[in-house]
């Protein structure tokens, strides 16, 4: 079966860096998607990976391994409006995206 | 500017009583898709249009049926809701399938079932 893996929740600090981790397995591989969903809001696009290593954007940066199924996405300096849920989906060989669960990151002051 | 608009916000249905929501789209996308996601959940794909070709979800039970009756505009018809279709349902859009072409969502439709 297809799964993607992420951890449930996550907490850290304003200001902080932190990095939450997605886990996947999947029938064929054509890319990796980071979407950030706020509480009852649409998913919003936050970055797309296809080859491994490292895409920084901003203070958000994704990155790739292909080869260990396996990606993070990295928030830099943390403001309070980052509180939201962050979902993995990967895009499989028929070109369906595969969604985890999503994170949620709690930020405190 | 050019999005993906989604009506109503928030739509409340009794038991059993049919329910039509709609999602435009001002980007000329080729796809459209429709997605149901519960609280703390992945989105799941219901079914999605590519062009005027509908492509149905395995799992997609048959009380759930679309329209794309144009380019622009997208219809999710629940037949019968029942008390576990209350979800968020979510529209998005993509240039064309797979590769880069990113999905774009709506703000979504929350449905309640009373």
């Known amino acids: 079966g297809q799964n993607i893996d992420q951890p449930t929740e996550m907490t850290a600090t304003e200001g902080a860096i932190v990095q939450i981790n997605c886990t996947y397995q999947?029938?064929?591989?054509?890319?990796l998607f980071w979407y950030q969903q706020h509480a009852g809001e649409a998913p919003t696009f936050l970055s797309y990976?296809?080859l491994d290593g490292l895409e920084e954007k901003g203070r958000f940066s994704s990155f790739l391994s292909r080869s260990k199924g396996y990606s993070y996405l990295l928030l830099k300096e943390l403001q309070m409006k980052d509180s939201a849920s962050y979902l993995c989906a990967v895009l499989d060989s028929n070109y369906q995206l595969i969604w985890g669960a999503g994170t949620k990151l709690i930020i405190k002051p | 500017d050019a999005m993906v608009i989604q009506n109503p916000r928030y739509q409340v249905t009794q038991f059993g009583k049919p329910v039509t929501l709609s999602c435009s789209q001002t980007?000329?996308?080729?796809?459209m898709y429709w997605y149901q996601q519960k609280s703390s959940q992945a989105p799941k794909l219901l079914f999605h249009?590519?062009?005027?070709?509908?492509?149905n979800e395995a799992d997609t039970p048959d009380n759930f049926q679309s329209r794309r009756p144009n380019t622009s505009f997208c219809f999710l018809d629940i037949r019968s809701p029942g008390l576990g279709d209350a979800a968020m349902y979510l529209c998005?859009?993509?240039?064309?399938?797979?590769?880069?072409?990113?999905?774009?969502f709506g703000p979504g439709t929350r449905l309640t079932v009373l």
């Open positions: 990976n296809v």
């Open positions: 249009y590519y062009d005027k070709d509908f492509n």
């Open positions: 998005a859009t993509s240039l064309d399938r797979g590769g880069t072409d990113t999905q774009y």
């Open positions: 980007l000329n996308h080729n796809v």
């Open positions: 999947t029938s064929g591989f054509n890319g």
